[in-house]
């Protein structure tokens, strides 16, 4: 089994996230509160999804949890800027 | 020579940056945070304090509002609401009130409900409803966005709402240039009385139930002829600094959307770069899946692509 065959599941479950939480922002364009809500848990997923895969794979480190936490920050930041617009 | 130097440790993975761009470290992301929400932060605050040059241009016909309503009435096989100059006169005096006292709300600080202006204006209403919008740069959008809210549909929708009157109002709100549609839906209560036998209005007074977008009915009682009285008739009070004239500068909407697709696409392309380079070098270090940050930038950048300006209440 390759690393993209093993891995597989993982991806698709982030795909899954990003896409129900992407939609969900999108769809309930008119609640502001609950695009904020979808827009803080969907970054809260996403690192919890590297923590998760990173486990598994045996190199969690501090750096690539705060990599992660970078990254979710830096498109949570973007996501309430465009909302709150 | 330098320059390409450096321009290959910010973008391209090499061993100077550790086998990967420099301006994917941590510490980079993390002064990147920094800068978009420092931005964030002034666009807030300096409209306060600075030169009025942020606002939303709109073009924005009160008539074509009513149109757009009265389409969708149609397509959902409801009547049509007829222009009520009341109504509108009362929507005037809402969104005045929002630009003088710098609110977006219902309910003013003061505790004003909307019922308030449709009362001042000796509209004697059996039903009422209020819908807002702001920052719309047309009026099918803003429609659009109230159709799509089931609460403001409702309103829009409803057969129980007979007139309607809408009013753009622009002006000053948080240093920002706004643009205010207030749309009202009513009833008159004198369309509802039968004509025999007479009925008697009995003084209804609307609930103080927060953020309702539809009065609640008064109630009929069968006894004498009603008289009506006007009571706090107040006059739409001009918005505290009315402009159409070119000062309008900087959308705060589009400028971070302009800023936000800007940076995501270079980081994008960077991560997309960063994947091509290590597969080939068969590169291993530590740190997060670039695939999985593409995804999830991916997804960002959607959102961004189809987000539009305007609120809706």
């Known amino acids: 089994m390759n690393h993209w065959t093993k891995h597989l599941p993982h991806y698709l479950s982030l795909l899954g996230i990003l896409f129900a939480g992407g939609f969900g922002i ?4 008119f609640d502001k509160l609950l695009q904020t809500a979808l827009a803080i848990g969907v970054a809260g997923a996403y690192v919890a999804w590297g923590v998760v895969h990173h486990f598994l794979h045996r190199d969690l480190h501090p750096i690539v949890i705060i990599e992660y936490a970078l ?15 | 020579m330098k320059f390409l130097h450096k321009l290959r440790h910010l973008f391209i993975p090499h061993e100077s940056n550790n086998h990967k761009a420099k301006i994917l470290h941590n510490s980079s992301l993390s002064i990147l945070i920094f800068f978009f929400v420092l931005y964030q932060a002034l666009l807030s605050f300096f409209p306060r304090f600075g030169p009025k040059i942020l606002g939303y241009a709109a073009n924005i016909s009160p008539d074509e509002v009513i149109r757009l309503t009265n389409e969708k009435r149609a397509e959902a096989g409801v009547g049509p609401v007829s222009v009520n100059a009341t109504l509108s006169a009362a929507a005037q005096a809402k969104g005045a009130d929002m630009l003088n006292k710098d609110y977006w709300a219902h309910v003013a600080p003061d505790g004003t409900q909307p019922w308030f202006f449709f009362t001042s204006f000796a509209y004697k209403y059996r039903y009422a409803g209020e819908n807002l919008a702001r920052d719309f740069s047309d009026p099918t959008s803003a429609v659009n966005a109230w159709m799509a809210s089931p609460s403001h549909k409702e309103n829009m929708l409803s057969s129980k709402y007979k007139e309607i009157g809408v009013a753009v109002v622009e002006g000053d709100m948080a240093g920002v240039d706004t643009t205010l549609i207030v749309q009202f839906f009513g009833t008159n209560l004198v369309d509802t009385l039968p004509e025999t036998p007479i009925a008697q209005v009995q003084a209804a007074v609307p609930s103080l139930t927060p953020i309702p977008t539809s009065a609640p009915a008064v109630v009929l009682t069968v006894t004498s002829i009603p008289t009506p009285t006007v009571t706090n008739i107040i006059v739409a009070a001009p918005p505290a600094a009315t402009t159409t004239s070119p000062q309008i500068l900087i959308s705060p909407f589009n400028t971070t959307r302009g800023i936000s697709l800007a940076v995501i696409l270079v980081l994008l392309s960077i991560m997309i770069i960063d994947v091509v380079v290590n597969i080939r070098r068969k590169t291993f270090r530590l740190g997060g899946r670039t695939l999985a940050h593409i995804a999830f930038l991916g997804m960002i950048l959607i959102i961004v692509l189809i987000a539009r300006a305007g609120k809706i209440l």
């Open chain 1, 26 to 29: 999108i769809l309930f364009g």
């Open chain 1, 71 to 85: 990254i979710a920050l830096f498109g949570l930041s973007i996501t309430l800027s465009i909302i709150n617009r």
